[in-house]
């Protein structure tokens, strides 16, 4: 029979929170339709308290209430350090989205209810992949991230260019879905169970010393499919195509939850499929995903560079950022097995993850601030003046913008010192990869100036309309300012977020 | 108590203040803008005489001379240079030169610079001038006999282009600069050189630690360093003094720094900066000796630059060009008499052509002043009862520098020449006589043209020529004294059969180059080998001076002049056109420095943008084009897209299946 | 033959493969969509068809075809919707027309 | 329950099909899998909309007769009542309210076609090969029988399958909230971006400065 | 003194001061023009009396680091905020905050626009500057380093010239290259210390990397990676392109930051890391970087020569003389050394004046086309003579700052290679040669029809500006007739330096 103590619920309480917060805004937005502001406190409210709660009660190295990792349905979810990492991501991303989306959306007519809802949903979704150590529930997770993702994409209904988006994204993503599916069906029939940590135990009987070669094709066809869905959804190159035509289309604060949710969370997949699913052939993956890194860092920066549509432009380099990312997957994948560069390149992956999130959501919220006033388009020339027009807005962009560009000693630097040095420390073919990278962090700074040169160092147009903050919109940039600035510069909140990284990547190994 | 130091100090301390003082206070004093400077240069005049006399007369500080340090200069590790200064009796020569020439020429430009706004500017630059020069000749070691060198440059580089609104002086003030450079290029080398040889740029050994002039030599004997490096050290070395000097092929500057007001001209471009090289060779004459090729080397240069100029000098229209040509050849024969080891010659001369020709300047400042600022001689002619004291001044002077004896010229010159010849350099002699005999003509040239024959002043200037202001010629007056007398003083001791005052004074300084050039010291004989020399030297000079006067002589002559000039120009007419172009040699520079130099530098200048940023912006625009052109990837069609992926699927999958398992 | 896992298999990569074909070649959204569904059965056919060789994994297999009938159904709905949506701006179902953004 | 071939026997047929020497569920399978691979490709080449969509039904209805014969009973139930019976209905639903019509190929088909029939054949062949020289540890040589009430416990008593029943419920909520809002027909006037000029904006972009409002 | 100064922090109050006079100003009302300038002034001099006060307190001519100040920043990574001043960095030090007040007087009259963010860019600017001749830990000084580099783009790019966009592009994406190279390096330097200690305490701390003794191998790379960053800033042929465009660009004071202090990062980061980091690589290296130090010596004089811009001519002149800072560094001589540092200092003092006697004559005319000027002697009789003062200076007359490291580093060449000094010495030639030639265009000869066109608005020097420049008059006139002021300071660093190279290893004779 099923027993539900009370480890199991703490364990289950950080995504179960988001999905009853979930539906209590549904829930809110039926008994009182059109307080947006109420949806906002309730949003915006619960997560802040669920974050709280997951703070002490996480199982975080000294504080937390849980002694080490939480397995819960015979090892199907489980609750550890790498989990906890995420949901805190996770909660925070659909917290500062929440916060600066509704000023967006209420110009153009567009309810927060449903958005909040979707959001929730979807963070639900990831931060169920952050714990599911099983195949089907990774999958169902996943679907549940990103269905409400592509109704989120064509939020702005009326919008031409949103339905388009959401209808890229929607068929590219079920595609890859299959892909990722019958991938999952061949590794189910093979070894015959759909649970992580047994699919890792019976490859790796399988593996023995030689790698790949002594798996059956079936198991290497399936390998190939998992990867080719989960590259999907991180958006890795040459499976990035929906990324730049969703994140456009989409309203902008939606963008902005794009470019990091989904990301973490399928960052979360992939290091939950590929090592601890996979791990023990990584030989055999890793050539892969330093190709993958290499190709799309530069790809991402390369299109970048001619962008002049900012949401565009922001996609593309969110496409490199996945670049970077994979970077210290590929680090972890070169390290010898059981070394410290091995762990350092986990480490990397999730602190590049939480950095990311910050700076990058944190630039999105700008451009959403800046279009509050519906008809200001996505173009970069809107940044004109934006220096004179609104000092602190731009400033604040400025912030993000070299965050992303990694200029110490802002989030942005701390993260891509991370992944270098992880690679570094693998030597060999990564150190290239790791001149690669930096190689790249130069070509993107262009871009990412560009952003500044029009704001600096042009003029306004002729009668720009002042910009406006809202309240909201104003504390989420706050907060997203805070943690790009916190995790780079205050040395406590670097060295925890450090702790929390190598505590997950202790829990991945 | 002990004033020597202090005295020594006070030399540059003087002359420093008067520039400062100047430079900062001049412009509001207005007409008196000459009194803090010309009064600090007195003052100066007198502390120099006493150390003079100190040195000279009641030798006070002993053969070698005064040595003290006032503080360290550059101590970069091993490489320690302080600022140290003697007083030895070479300096106190030069001292007496610098500073009577330096006084007389102040209290000549308070009249000369009268109508000039600048003036302010000018005293001040003077002073700063004196200053340098007197750091020059003081230093006691190369570095900052180097720094030294520079000022003094920049101080001629000022005067030249005081008057900067011409374009022509300033010009010429950057040429002469720039060269000095190129000199000075070799100069630093071989400073740098000297150090590395021996770990000290001291002269000379004292109490505060050995220097250079014996540490080289005994470095040549112990074989730690091959004659040829101490020939390159002093070839190098001699390069400066080249450039300071203005030496061929580096003498190309002089001239133009004509273009400077004529005080300066006297002072700077004539009776002391140019010497600097000479004395320097001079002073540095413990390396040169054991140099011989670069002995013959310095004799060549001199001898060549000597007739060279002469020729020049020949055939210019402008008076105060003439001067620099002669001023060139004088120094020429100086460096001859370097060359072949005649260095108490050298520096007789050194001090006879400082007054000479510091008169000649003076003088033909004089005369440009009176037909108003016109330097042209063939817009000038009779003047000699105009201005009478100019021209008697002048005359003594041009006979002089002709060497027609008992006055200055003669005795030095004819010592230069005397000693190439008894010292095996009969070339240098032979040369040296032509040149003897080109002097004559040239100078006696000049003087004709200017003073003698007919007049060709402007009409209309010609009513208001009248002599210079006392305070010009009353320098003029004082320096014509020692142009008789100096060299009958310092140099007359041969008729009495004994040794010079000026060898007696400098002998302690060259004693040690005789002895190691093996020349033995032997009594003058008048009657002998030295007096034919000196009589033909004599008679050189007055050949020139003869066939001079016959062509542009003491009598109104009219037509009958221009014909004979005529006739003989005709007959020389390739030697009369390399002369009247100076032997091309502006065009040569302007060809190579200015005109395949600025081809070479636009060429570089092409190359840094084209190809050196071309490269920066190159891969930049390579960059940027390859992302438009992998944007275009992106179409906008799903099903491309889905394509790609799937791309992307059996890529993996081939690989994985049918690449990695088998 | 239908005793052979082997011959559900390829059946279920043939359905795949035709599933594939249409999305890659249709233009019609809802075409594309149904060639999804095409392959979503494909999956489903092959995990029934590891169901029906493995004592072990028979009722395993048949929940996950429920489980992934359930998430094709929410897909189809949400697919549907975005349709619906998008056809009520461009007046058209075919996909290759939405594209106005792209490179 | 029973396994569908000892059905067939009951039937009084021969135990192999006449002349082929098959076996009678052998041949159904054969038959099954050539309606659905037929109805299937149908789907993705036929012109007229409404008739794949039709064809995909057929296609559906087939599959669950595999899955029936595979023993998957309750599979093939679900998949009568939730493909056929939803899903595919939605689907006609939707092409309705689009207004698909047939067209000529040139409407049907992207020009990539050819591309994508290489890149399905090449999908296709690749899984048919890895899983053909697959030897599957679990499996064993035939298949099993039916076993309904075992899936009924496993999701009902397990209690992971208990909690991905939870998050499929999650999912379809939310994609029915979601879906609902998109879908939803709005006769206000958008105060926001009008979709005809934020598609001109696209196509010709100018100078926002031009655009932003006064 | 010694006593009051050991007792504070010191080195943190001269770096941070600036820092919180810049946050100060961001609360002054915007308006309110000459508070923020003589806040930012006041802040700058009081950064530069700590300097002075720092100054009196040293105890010249030792060896090692003095008024350490060390607090752990990431424990994890051995990261420290760490700070330590020899002579070097001292003369660099204090050569930083003289430039900066005398920089922020020099904007007074020429920034009317925006500034309050001029001011505080300029006062982070001198943070990062100062940080980098301080930090003792390679994290630390990454971080300065970096940090000088957004100012500096800010400064070029909003109140630069008409190109200043492109410029400063250029500018900080070149510089970028550089730097992030140099993190590599820094990184796997850091790694390989780890790898072999087996602990991360002191992977960072440059005193410990020093005695370390990396392998030849690693030598040889992160050398690269080091140089190129320093290379690039210097800047040395062929990394120099940027800076002409940087300096034609950039605002006088902007200008004379760069020219002054920025290049000087590049020195300062040769002698203090690149070379006693990996001594021997730097010998492997040191032929190739003699001989490009030697092309942009003449080169760079070269070129100037028919520059048209005056700014232009001082930023080739700059390529030259710097040029003289790397071939001191390299030929391994103390003299050379001495030289080179000494090269530094004089290089910022007058070639700083002249970038402000440029920015005199540009406020009048808004011009600086060389051929355009002329005569200027007549008119403005102080600026002429100022202005020649700078320019002899910076032909190295004797007497001013520049002759004695330009003389002391030929001697150094010398002694390591007559031809190498030969070559060097052509500069002397070639430098009086260009600045003469644009004295004379500018200052002598009759005043142009242009300047004529000028009218009264061209008058002489004004107070403020006379008071800007006489500082650095007195310190050009102070330092060539007392180097020894500056060599007894470094006197002991200097030693140290040498004890990393062999003297003459490299010497061909």
């Not at chain 1, 805004?25 to 409210?45: F, Y």
């Not at chain 1, 969110?318 to 986990?346: C, D, K, M, R, W």
Request: hydrophobic share 55%; net charge neutral; charged share 10%.
């Amino acid at each position: 029979m099923i027993s539900i103590d009370a480890n199991t619920i703490l364990a289950l309480l950080p995504p179960a929170g988001v999905a009853l917060l979930a539906l209590l805004v549904v829930v809110v937005d039926i008994a009182w339709p059109g307080r947006d502001r109420l949806l906002v406190v309730v949003g915006v409210g619960g997560l802040a308290i669920l974050i709280a709660v997951v703070v002490i009660v996480g199982p975080l190295p000294g504080i937390g209430l849980l002694a080490g990792a939480q397995e819960v349905f015979g090892g199907a979810y489980v609750a550890d350090s790498l989990t906890v990492l995420l949901d805190l991501t996770l909660m925070a991303i659909a917290l500062l989205t929440i916060l600066f989306g509704p000023d967006y959306l209420r110009p153009r007519g567009l309810p927060t209810a449903e958005f909040a809802a979707m959001l929730l949903f979807a963070i639900t979704g990831g931060m169920l992949i952050a714990g599911a150590r099983d195949l089907l529930l990774l999958f169902l997770a996943l679907e549940l991230l990103v269905l409400p993702g592509y109704l989120l994409a064509g939020y702005a209904k009326r919008d031409g260019l949103s339905t388009e988006g959401a209808i890229k994204y929607f068929l590219l993503g079920s595609f890859s879905s299959a892909i990722f599916l019958f991938g999952l069906v061949l590794t189910f029939g093979y070894t015959g169970t759909t649970n992580i940590r047994e699919v890792a135990a019976s490859v790796s009987t399988l593996v023995g010393t030689n790698g790949l070669t002594s798996l059956p094709p079936a198991l290497l066809m399936g390998l190939a499919l998992l990867t080719t869905g989960a590259a999907f959804k991180i958006a890795a190159v040459p499976f990035h195509y929906w990324t730049p035509d969703a994140y456009q289309g989409s309203p902008t604060p939606v963008t902005g939850y794009l470019s990091v949710g989904p990301k973490v969370a399928a960052f979360a997949l992939i290091l939950r499929l590929f090592v601890d699913a996979l791990g023990s052939v990584k030989a055999d993956w890793t050539p892969f995903i330093v190709i993958l890194a290499a190709v799309t860092m530069t790809l991402g920066n390369l299109v970048a560079l001619s962008q002049d549509n900012i949401k565009r432009m922001l996609a593309y380099s969110s496409i490199a950022h996945t670049g970077y990312i994979l970077v210290g997957l590929a680090a972890f994948g070169a390290a010898p097995v059981g070394s410290a560069a091995e762990q350092n390149g986990l480490q990397a992956v999730l602190f590049y993850s939480v950095a990311y999130s910050f700076m990058n959501l944190g630039a999105f919220a700008v451009v959403a601030a800046l279009q509050r006033r519906p008809g200001v388009t996505s173009q970069i020339a809107t940044f004109a003046g934006l220096g004179r027009r609104a000092p602190l807005l731009a400033a604040l962009m400025l912030l993000f913008l070299l965050s992303l560009t990694g200029i110490p000693p802002l989030a942005g630097f701390w993260a891509k010192w991370y992944v270098i040095q992880a690679a570094l420390q693998v030597g060999g073919w990564l150190t290239l990869l790791a001149v690669l990278t930096v190689l790249n962090a130069a070509a993107a700074a262009f871009y990412y100036l560009r952003i500044a040169v029009y704001m600096y160092m042009r003029d306004p147009a002729e009668g720009a309309p002042p910009v406006t903050l809202g309240g909201q919109t104003r504390l989420g940039l706050a907060l997203a300012a805070i943690g790009t600035i916190a995790i780079g510069l205050i040395p406590p909140v670097t060295i925890a977020v450090i702790a929390m990284a190598q505590s997950a990547a202790q829990a991945l190994l | 108590m002990n004033f020597d130091e202090p005295r020594v100090v006070l030399l540059l301390a003087l002359p420093l203040a008067g520039f400062g003082l100047t430079a900062l206070v001049g412009r509001r004093l207005h007409q008196r803008a000459w009194v803090i400077s010309v009064s600090m240069i007195v003052v100066t005049w007198v502390v120099a005489m006493v150390t003079v006399y100190q040195t000279l007369f009641a030798h006070a500080y002993g053969d070698g001379g005064l040595h003290f340090t006032l503080y360290t200069w550059v101590p970069a590790g091993n490489f320690h240079i302080d600022f140290n200064l003697a007083v030895d009796s070479l300096t106190a020569v030069l001292l007496i030169v610098v500073t009577t020439i330096g006084m007389l020429v102040h209290v000549y430009s308070i009249g000369y610079m009268a109508h000039d706004n600048g003036r302010w500017r000018f005293f001040a630059y003077l002073n700063l001038f004196m200053f340098s020069m007197l750091l020059l000749v003081l230093a006691d070691n190369f570095m900052l006999l180097f720094a030294a060198w520079e000022l003094v440059g920049l101080s001629s580089y000022l005067l030249i282009g005081f008057w900067y609104n011409r374009k022509s002086a300033a010009l010429a003030a950057k040429k002469a600069f720039i060269v000095n450079r190129v000199g000075d290029f070799g100069f630093a080398l071989g400073i740098a050189a000297v150090w590395t040889t021996v770990g000290t740029l001291n002269f000379t050994t004292t109490d505060a630690g050995p220097g250079v002039f014996q540490l080289l030599p005994a470095a040549l004997q112990s074989g730690q360093i091959a004659p040829w490096m101490m020939t390159g050290i002093a070839l190098l070395l001699f390069m400066g003094a080249m450039g300071k000097s203005a030496q061929f092929p580096l003498h190309v500057w002089l001239p133009d720094a004509m273009e400077g007001p004529t005080p300066v001209s006297a002072l700077i471009h004539a009776a002391t900066m140019v010497n600097a090289g000479v004395y320097f060779v001079a002073r540095a004459n413990p390396i040169f000796v054991q140099a011989p090729q670069a002995m013959v080397f310095v004799a060549a240069i001199g001898i060549f630059t000597a007739i060279l100029a002469a020729s020049i000098a020949f055939t210019q229209k402008d008076i105060k060009r003439v001067l620099a040509y002669s001023t060139l050849s004088q120094l020429g024969y100086m460096f001859a008499g370097l060359g072949v080891g005649a260095y108490t010659a050298a520096i007789f001369h050194l001090i006879t052509h400082g007054f000479f020709k510091g008169l000649l300047f003076l003088g033909s400042g004089s005369v440009i002043h009176a037909v108003h600022e016109e330097q042209d001689m063939n817009k000038m002619g009779a003047l000699w009862r105009k201005i009478p004291i100019t021209h008697a001044t002048m005359l003594i002077a041009s006979i002089a520098i002709a060497g027609i004896p008992p006055l200055a010229g003669f005795f030095s010159k004819d010592e230069i020449l005397g000693e190439s010849f008894k010292n095996g350099f009969v070339w240098v002699w032979a040369i040296g006589i032509v040149v003897a005999v080109m002097t004559g003509f040239y100078m006696f040239r000049l003087m004709g043209k200017t003073f003698y024959g007919e007049s060709h002043v402007d009409p209309h200037v010609l009513p208001n020529v009248h002599e210079s202001p006392r305070t010009m010629t009353v320098p003029l007056l004082l320096l014509a004294i020692p142009t008789v007398l100096a060299g009958l003083y310092l140099g007359g001791g041969i008729f009495f059969g004994q040794e010079t005052v000026l060898h007696q004074w400098l002998g302690p300084i060259f004693e040690h180059a005789s002895e190691t050039l093996g020349l033995h010291d032997a009594p003058f004989e008048l009657a002998g080998i030295d007096g034919i020399l000196l009589i033909i030297g004599a008679a050189a000079g007055a050949i020139g001076v003869a066939f001079s006067l016959w062509l542009f002589g003491l009598l109104d002559l009219g037509g009958e002049r221009r014909n004979r000039i005529e006739a003989i120009t005709n007959r020389l007419r390739p030697l009369y056109t390399a002369s009247v172009n100076k032997w091309w040699f502006d065009e040569l520079n302007d060809l190579i420095f200015v005109r395949i130099g600025g081809a070479v530098a636009r060429a570089l200048w092409w190359f840094d943008v084209r190809v050196v940023d071309g490269t920066v912006n190159g891969i930049a625009a390579l960059t940027q084009s390859t992302g438009r052109g992998i944007r275009q990837i992106q179409t906008g069609h799903v099903q491309n897209y889905a394509l790609g992926i799937a791309a992307g699927l059996l890529v993996m999958a081939v690989t994985y299946v049918f690449v990695i398992a088998r | 033959m239908s005793h052979s896992l082997d011959a559900y298999l390829i059946l279920s990569a043939l359905l795949f493969g035709v599933g594939t074909f249409g999305f890659l070649a249709r233009r019609n959204a809802i075409a594309m969509l149904m060639s999804i569904e095409l392959m979503l059965n494909a999956v489903n056919l092959a995990a029934v068809a590891f169901g029906a060789f493995t004592p072990e994994l028979q009722a395993h297999a048949a929940l996950i075809a429920l489980l992934v009938m359930a998430v094709a159904a929410a897909e189809a709905t949400v697919g549907l919707a975005i349709v619906i949506a998008i056809y009520r701006n461009r007046r058209t179902p075919l996909v290759d027309e939405y594209s106005s953004m792209r490179e | 329950m029973v396994p569908a071939g000892v059905l067939l026997a009951d039937l009084g047929l021969p135990p192999f099909v006449p002349f082929l020497n098959w076996a009678w569920d052998d041949l159904l399978f054969l038959l099954l899998a050539g309606i659905m691979l037929a109805a299937a490709v149908f789907v993705v080449v036929g012109r007229d909309i409404v008739r794949s969509g039709v064809a995909m039904m057929l296609a559906f209805a087939a599959l669950a007769g595999i899955y029936a014969l595979a023993g998957a009973v309750i599979v093939a139930a679900a998949q009568v009542l939730i493909y056929i019976g939803a899903i595919s209905i939605l689907v006609l639903f939707a092409i309705m309210l689009t207004q698909s019509k047939s067209g000529p190929l040139s409407l049907v088909f992207h020009r990539q076609a050819w591309a994508g029939l290489l890149a399905a054949i090449g999908v296709a062949v690749l899984l048919i090969i890895s899983v053909v020289n697959t030897t599957w540890p679990l499996a064993v040589t035939d298949r099993l029988v039916s076993v309904t009430n075992e899936v009924a416990l496993l999701l009902f008593q397990d209690s992971l399958y208990i909690f991905l029943l939870q998050v499929v419920a999650l999912l379809l909520t939310a994609a029915v909230v979601g879906g609902v809002f998109i879908a939803k027909r709005e006769d206000s006037a958008d105060p926001g971006e009008p979709a005809p000029a934020t598609l001109e904006r696209v196509r010709n972009p100018v100078d926002a400065a031009a655009e932003t409002p006064q | 003194m010694t006593q009051l100064v050991s007792g504070l922090p010191i080195l943190t109050l001269i770096t941070f001061t600036p820092l919180v006079g810049a946050i100060l100003i961001a609360f002054l009302p915007k308006e309110r023009l000459n508070w923020i300038r003589w806040a930012a002034l006041g802040t700058a001099l009081v950064a530069w009396v700590f300097s002075l006060l720092l100054l009196t307190a040293f105890d010249p001519g030792q060896s090692g680091f003095q008024f350490g100040e060390v607090a752990d920043w990431v424990p994890t990574f051995g990261i420290q905020y760490k700070l330590g001043v020899d002579g070097i960095s001292l003369a660099l030090v204090v050569l930083t905050t003289t430039l900066t007040w005398i920089s922020i007087l020099a904007s007074f009259a020429p920034i009317k626009e925006r500034v309050k963010e001029y001011m505080i860019a300029f006062l982070i600017l001198e943070v990062g500057m100062t940080g980098v001749f301080l930090a003792m830990d390679m994290f630390l000084f990454y971080i300065f380093w970096e940090l000088v580099l957004i100012p500096m783009y800010l400064i070029i790019g909003i109140w630069g010239g008409a190109n200043r966009i492109y410029a400063t592009i250029k500018f900080v994406l070149y510089t970028l290259v550089g730097s992030l190279l140099m993190l590599v390096a820094i990184l796997a330097m850091a790694y390989t210390y780890q790898a072999n200690t087996g602990t991360w305490v002191g992977a960072f701390d440059y005193q410990k990397l020093v005695e370390f003794g990396f392998d030849p191998t690693l030598q040889f790379f992160a050398f690269a990676g080091f140089f190129l960053a320093f290379a690039i800033k210097v800047p040395m042929f062929p990394f120099h392109t940027w800076l002409p465009d940087a300096h034609v660009e950039a605002p006088t004071a902007g200008s004379v930051i760069l020219a002054g202090v920025l290049l000087k990062l590049g020195g300062y980061g040769l002698i203090r890391f690149a070379v006693p980091l990996f001594p021997q690589a730097a010998h492997d290296w040191a032929p190739l970087i003699i001989v490009l130090s030697l092309i942009g010596i003449v080169y760079g004089a070269i070129v100037a020569l028919v520059q048209p811009d005056l700014k232009k001519l001082v930023a080739y002149s700059s390529v030259s003389h710097m040029g003289f800072v790397t071939l001191g560094i390299f030929i391994f001589t103390e003299q050379g050394l001495h030289g080179a540092l000494l090269q530094m200092i004089a290089h910022g003092i007058l070639t700083g004046g002249l970038f402000l006697m440029v920015g005199v004559i540009y406020e009048r005319t808004h011009d600086r086309t060389i051929a355009k000027m002329g005569g200027l002697a007549g008119v403005l009789p102080v600026y002429a003579a100022v202005f020649g003062f700078f320019v002899l200076g910076s032909l190295g007359l004797p007497g001013l700052a520049g002759f004695v490291g330009e003389f002391v580093t030929i001697v150094g060449a010398f002694d390591f290679y007559p031809w190498v000094a030969a070559v060097a010495a052509l500069a002397m030639m070639l430098g009086a040669a260009y600045l003469l030639f644009m004295y004379q265009r500018v200052i002598f000869g009759d005043l142009s029809d242009f300047l004529k066109g000028i009218g009264h608005h061209l008058t002489d020097m004004t107070r403020t500006e006379v008071v800007t420049l006489a500082p650095l008059i007195v310190l050009a006139i102070g330092f060539g007739v007392f180097p020894g002021l500056l060599l007894q300071l470094w006197q002991g660093p200097v030693n140290d330096f040498l004890a990393h190279v062999v003297p003459g290893a490299l010497a061909l004779k």
